[in-house]
């Protein structure tokens, strides 16, 4: 039954995304809103969380020019499908009026920011108004999750289990029910066959990383970490981290494999564990073993710290699951994988999310390096001790820890760190040039703390 449950979850849970998740959500919603009624689009009015907002400024979208999320949501709304999820701007191709889009997002779309909800998590809702009617839909809890469709007030679509209230979602969510011990058992008995598909994830990402390395994307980290002459395992794990988030951010149209609703996330629990694989000489039976742990507990993770979080997931959580995952390629048991998970958080625990943009490069890249040389030092018999600082008495406790400082003790520090990135989005957009009307689509964006 555990091997169900759990092989369930990654297959629900490691999914390919076309762009940043954060603007996608976006334009997922508006999409979804416009397609519930059809017809053409005359105003779109989006209400978006905090936390998605934040994420989605200063990140490019692919197969369009735009940044943030305004732009990228008007071309879901006048293109894009809302059945093809994270890949909603598939389809949409070269086959579509740029200055339209422009024109509309200035004059005809209004944002605001859903300061009062009470948890940190997803919540994008659409209203698109057609010469057909109203569309609505509202994309919650997940990043791709549309729990509610309708057009003219008829329902076409409802999750009958949301409720925007609900603060557990994140604690009882299916993978909770495990412990880390469950996932090391797990992945060292499925049938290899039945884990197989990650093949395809190691594939997705490392396309986008050798994008980022051949085409100098982004701030070009993952070429600046090639170039420096440290011809390394951990070296060329970085590498590849941050060059695929060179590419990703950069907007480049290809798909990243993503893990718990983020593609940088499934990046840095999966490409980087391909140099650990070579140069400890593992199979690819052993390599997507490990694989299967990283992106395991990379999603128990993220149900601790939150869907949404102030906390890095990046230099958080998938460094646990590639630290995990590179023990095991070094023959590391189980309790020296739980040594490593203590060095990973023990040695960073706390890292901000500060949106998603070219600087997650170096965050991805500095997370995989600290979560490789945990596992190496874990090997040598090397370990933060139990009870020492945020360690706790074994590493599932560590994670309950970490994760109620993420959802309890950092809400402040994320709403003003989300208001203060905002305000500036807010005050770069009124100063652009030829926007004389931009306070009429950010006015309700900018919050007081």
């Not at 499925?190 to 396309?207: C, G, Q, R, S, W």
């Not at 980290?221 to 002459?229: A, D, I």
């Not at 003003?416 to 689509?441: H, L, P, Q, S, Y």
Request: proline letters at 2%; a neutral charge.
């Amino acid at each position: 039954m555990m091997k169900i449950e759990l092989l369930k979850i990654l297959k629900s849970e490691v999914k390919p995304a076309l762009g940043c998740t954060g603007p996608i959500s976006v334009a997922l919603a508006a999409a979804a809103a416009k397609n519930a009624v059809g017809g053409e689009l005359k105003k779109l009015e989006l209400t978006i969380d905090k936390d998605t907002y934040k994420n989605s400024i200063s990140v490019a979208t692919p197969n369009t020019p735009y940044y943030g999320v305004i732009e990228p949501a008007v071309v879901a709304a006048m293109y894009g499908n809302a059945s093809y999820g994270l890949e909603v701007l598939r389809d949409i191709g070269d086959n579509w009026d740029s200055e339209k889009v422009k024109s509309f997002a200035l004059e005809n779309t209004d944002v605001s920011i859903k300061w009062d909800l009470k948890v940190m998590g997803v919540y994008i809702e659409a209203y698109a108004y057609t010469d057909r009617g109203i569309g609505h839909a509202i994309v919650a809890q997940q990043h791709d999750k549309i729990v509610l469709q309708e057009a003219n007030g008829i329902i076409q679509k409802k999750d009958l289990n949301y409720s925007a209230d609900d603060l557990r979602f994140d604690q009882n969510y299916p993978i909770r029910a495990y412990k880390i011990k469950d996932f090391y058992d797990f992945i060292c008995e499925v049938p290899i066959e039945d884990i197989t598909f990650l093949k395809k994830a190691l594939e997705i990402n490392y396309n986008l990383a050798k994008a980022g390395l051949d085409e100098g994307m982004g701030a070009r980290f993952g070429e600046g970490f090639s170039s420096m002459g440290i011809d390394t395992y951990v070296n060329r794990a970085k590498a590849l981290a941050s060059a695929a988030s060179d590419a990703r951010m950069s907007g480049k149209a290809l798909l990243a494999m993503s893990c718990a609703s983020s593609g940088n996330v499934g990046i840095t629990a999966s490409v980087p564990l391909i140099p650990v694989s070579e140069h400890f000489h593992a199979s690819e039976e052993i390599l997507l073993r490990a694989v299967a742990l990283s992106y395991l507990l990379t999603i128990y993770g993220k149900a601790h710290i939150g869907r949404l979080s102030p906390m890095c997931a990046c230099a958080m959580v998938a460094s646990i699951g590639i630290g995990a995952g590179s023990c095991y390629m070094m023959g590391g048991d189980y309790e020296q994988i739980e040594a490593t998970i203590s060095n990973i958080v023990g040695a960073t625990g706390g890292v901000l999310c500060d949106g998603a943009k070219f600087g997650c490069a170096l965050k991805l890249a500095f997370g995989v390096g600290n979560a490789i040389e945990s596992a190496a030092l874990a090997m040598i018999g090397k370990r933060i001790p139990l009870y020492n600082g945020v360690v706790g008495a074994n590493a599932d406790e560590t994670l309950t820890i970490l994760g109620r400082i993420a959802r309890k003790g950092m809400q402040e520090a994320d709403e003003i760190m989300c208001n203060e990135f905002i305000k500036r989005d807010t005050r770069v957009r009124i100063n652009e040039k030829n926007r004389t009307d931009a306070t009429k689509m950010s006015c309700s964006v900018a919050h007081t703390v």
